[in-house]
């Protein structure tokens, strides 16, 4: 069975950590979770790895204003798949069967109209040419991204001189990186359907929380791959907020032995 592996920053998970990766070990596939020294929080069915093996950095990369990880989180993802075949997931996916891939390939068809390809998902092999070109951009090159168009360009060096990873966008090295090398190439192909691996899109999240389970039937969300829970919308929802009985999230608790109050967000 293929395996899939994440990134923890921070020294404990909350109930949603706790159960999308107890989802994974009760289909029998253990995940990894790589961190840095800092997690005190390691359950039995994770297999905790150091991040180092992967990417050895000498700091963390932070939003100098939001202080959010997903920088380094990006980047530790590019060197995942570089350097494994391990399947990335996002600490806030639920696995409804084992993850796989099609010779190596695991991510969702792009979204054309936002210019976008979600990540929270995501294997390429090794050899892809996608990879070696997202990483050259990545870890070797001026950190201009070539999508962006000309004047845009030209204005954000005329303000910052250079580029660096604190002065790009936050999303830089996510869903528009990935859109720009796979979208129009042959790789594109290898996409799965969106819905097999964002079973509940973020537009239904008021259901997560609702009494009535029946709601979510029309997205069939039991036989496809995964559910994403998109972790800072969760806790917008969830923080100081009774989990209803019988709802999706209260559900899920049960069936795989997650107490959320000892788990808080």
């Given at each position: 069975?293929?395996?899939?592996?994440?990134?923890w920053?921070?020294?404990?998970?909350?109930?949603?950590?706790?159960?999308?990766?107890?989802?994974?070990?009760?289909v029998?596939?253990?995940?990894?979770?790589?961190?840095?020294?800092?997690?005190?929080?390691?359950?039995?069915?994770?297999?905790?790895?150091?991040?180092?093996?992967?990417?050895?950095?000498?700091?963390?990369?932070?939003?100098?204003?939001?202080?959010?990880?997903?920088?380094?989180?990006?980047?530790?993802?590019?060197?995942?798949?570089?350097?494994?075949?391990?399947?990335?997931?996002?600490?806030?996916?639920?696995?409804?069967?084992?993850?796989?891939?099609?010779?190596?390939?695991?991510?969702?068809?792009?979204?054309?109209?936002?210019?976008?390809?979600?990540?929270?998902?995501?294997?390429?092999?090794s050899?892809?040419?996608?990879?070696?070109?997202?990483?050259?951009?990545?870890?070797?090159?001026?950190?201009?991204?070539?999508?962006?168009?000309?004047?845009?360009?030209?204005?954000?060096?005329?303000?910052?001189?250079?580029?660096?990873?604190?002065?790009?966008p936050?999303?830089?090295?996510?869903?528009?990186?990935?859109?720009?090398?796979?979208?129009?190439?042959?790789?594109?192909?290898?996409?799965?359907?969106?819905?097999?691996?964002?079973?509940?899109?973020?537009?239904?999240?008021?259901?997560?929380?609702?009494?009535?389970?029946?709601?979510?039937?029309?997205?069939?969300?039991?036989?496809?791959?995964s559910?994403?829970?998109?972790?800072?919308?969760?806790?917008?929802?969830?923080?100081?907020?009774?989990?209803?009985?019988?709802?999706?999230?209260?559900?899920?608790?049960?069936?795989?032995?997650?107490?959320?109050?000892?788990?808080?967000?």
């Amino acid at each position: 069975m293929e395996r899939v592996a994440t990134l923890w920053i921070g020294k404990r998970f909350s109930f949603l950590e706790h159960l999308c990766l107890k989802s994974f070990a009760d289909v029998d596939q253990k995940p990894i979770v790589y961190h840095y020294g800092d997690l005190e929080d390691i359950p039995d069915y994770i297999e905790a790895r150091d991040a180092r093996e992967i990417f050895e950095t000498s700091e963390i990369y932070r939003d100098p204003v939001a202080r959010s990880v997903a920088v380094h989180a990006d980047l530790f993802r590019l060197k995942l798949m570089q350097d494994t075949d391990y399947i990335w997931v996002d600490a806030d996916a639920y696995a409804n069967r084992p993850f796989e891939t099609n010779q190596g390939y695991l991510f969702p068809k792009a979204n054309l109209k936002r210019r976008r390809m979600m990540n929270g998902v995501v294997a390429l092999p090794s050899d892809s040419p996608a990879l070696k070109k997202m990483c050259d951009f990545a870890f070797d090159s001026d950190l201009v991204p070539p999508w962006w168009a000309e004047d845009r360009r030209k204005s954000y060096i005329d303000i910052f001189g250079r580029s660096t990873v604190w002065s790009l966008p936050l999303s830089t090295f996510g869903p528009p990186l990935f859109f720009h090398y796979i979208y129009d190439t042959p790789e594109h192909d290898m996409c799965s359907a969106r819905a097999e691996l964002y079973a509940i899109p973020l537009r239904y999240r008021k259901y997560w929380n609702d009494p009535d389970m029946s709601a979510l039937e029309f997205l069939d969300w039991q036989n496809k791959m995964s559910v994403h829970f998109f972790g800072s919308w969760f806790r917008k929802i969830f923080m100081d907020r009774e989990i209803a009985k019988g709802s999706l999230v209260d559900t899920l608790l049960l069936k795989h032995g997650i107490d959320p109050s000892d788990h808080p967000l």
